[in-house]
């Protein structure tokens, strides 16, 4: 199950305002939180005393937390000749090694005895975990995280995206990547234009870019980067793994259409390259009248279709348009595919279940 995750920047709150932005995540569907070290001056003990206090917080809370470290920052601590005894003494779960480790070391340290979980950086290097298991590594120790860009135009592109996941994916390990929340501006660096994994999400809504990750089947943890995202704004994460597409529609749709639309549908298996078919709830409404409607013949991608009672048995059949075409009469273009979410089209699986959900207003 792809559960969500969140990121913490001690730094910036108080321990009281940090307890109370954590509780708010205790009633979700939620496991990790990521924090980074990276900013720290491990010189400052007291800063160093106040992450140890919210970790702690978030451990009470039963959330695993997994911290951005460098080499440099665990020489400076020194932490290097035991890293997996100190971090576990600091309560972390995890640690992300933010900088190339020898893979050596890499497989050393995932053979700890503390159950301390060594997350590789998938967004930089496709075969590294390739190369760790021809070394041994203890791949119950191992998990994978993606990078997050705060620059502009510096994410990663989608294609490379699916292809260095799918690569990880093939040892089933954990798997990490993070969205943005258009609320919340705080992260770890002063430069922060968002920060997304992906180039696509970084200015979309932060449901539209969960929804991509968990339609892209290639991520466990889907975490909110930067601190301090509105209620409402968390409100919009959706609740299970049913994927859900948001539409506008007309306003004029009969009742029939209006019940067509809220059905669960059913991707069907025997592909079309024009349409997404879903016709297990044909037989229930196809004795309806479903009236033709008057519409321009064109169809983009992105429209969703209802046959009407021109089109006999097909009638009550709806369709999602992969392209743009023409259609006769006995057919109704009844809405369309959100714009933020026709991406998620090109993830739809023969034989997937969905959901329509019309957007108000």
């Not at 993606?146 to 990880?168: A, C, M, Q, V």
């Not at 959706?238 to 259409?257: F, M, N, Q, Y």
């Not at 004795?287 to 209802?306: A, M, T």
Request: overall charge negative; hydrophobic content about 35%; proline content about 4%.
């Amino acid at each position: 199950m792809v559960k969500l995750g969140f990121s913490l920047y001690p730094e910036h709150h108080d321990l009281e305002t940090l307890k109370a932005y954590v509780d708010q995540f205790s009633d979700m569907t939620c496991e990790r939180v990521f924090l980074s070290l990276l900013q720290l001056d491990p010189e400052d003990m007291i800063m160093l005393k106040h992450y140890k206090s919210i970790v702690t917080y978030c451990q009470s809370k039963s959330f695993r937390v997994f911290a951005d470290l460098s080499p440099e920052f665990i020489k400076k601590l020194g932490w290097q000749d035991d890293l997996t005894k100190r971090a576990f003494e600091f309560g972390l779960s995890g640690i992300r090694l933010d900088e190339s480790y020898p893979d050596q070391d890499l497989v050393d340290l995932s053979h700890n005895s503390y159950g301390i979980k060594i997350e590789l950086n998938m967004s930089t290097e496709p075969h590294l975990l390739e190369r760790l298991v021809a070394l041994g590594v203890n791949l119950d120790n191992i998990t994978a995280c993606h990078n997050f860009y705060p620059r502009e135009y510096t994410g990663l592109g989608t294609d490379y995206f699916l292809k260095i996941s799918e690569e990880y994916s093939r040892y089933g390990i954990e798997r990490a990547a993070f969205i943005t929340a258009q609320t919340a501006d705080t992260g770890p660096w002063p430069v922060s234009e968002g920060l997304c994994t992906l180039e696509i999400h970084r200015h979309l809504p932060l449901t539209s870019q969960y929804k991509w990750l968990l339609a892209s089947d290639l991520v466990d943890h889907i975490i909110i980067s930067n601190q301090m995202v509105s209620k409402t704004e968390l409100r919009t994460i959706p609740k299970g793994e049913l994927l859900t597409l948001d539409v506008e529609l007309r306003s004029d749709l009969s009742a029939i259409e209006e019940a067509i639309i809220g059905e669960r549908h059913n991707y069907r298996g025997d592909i079309s390259d024009y349409v997404i078919r879903s016709t297990g709830h044909r037989p229930k409404y196809s004795q309806y009248n479903i009236v033709p409607l008057p519409s321009n013949r064109e169809v983009k991608r992105g429209d969703i279709l209802i046959d009407n009672c021109l089109y006999a048995r097909y009638c009550g059949e709806l369709q999602i348009a992969l392209k743009d075409f023409k259609i006769s009469e006995k057919t109704n273009i009844v809405g369309r595919i959100c714009q933020e979410d026709l991406a998620l089209l090109d993830h739809l699986k023969p034989w997937q279940t969905f959901k329509l959900s019309r957007r108000e207003g």
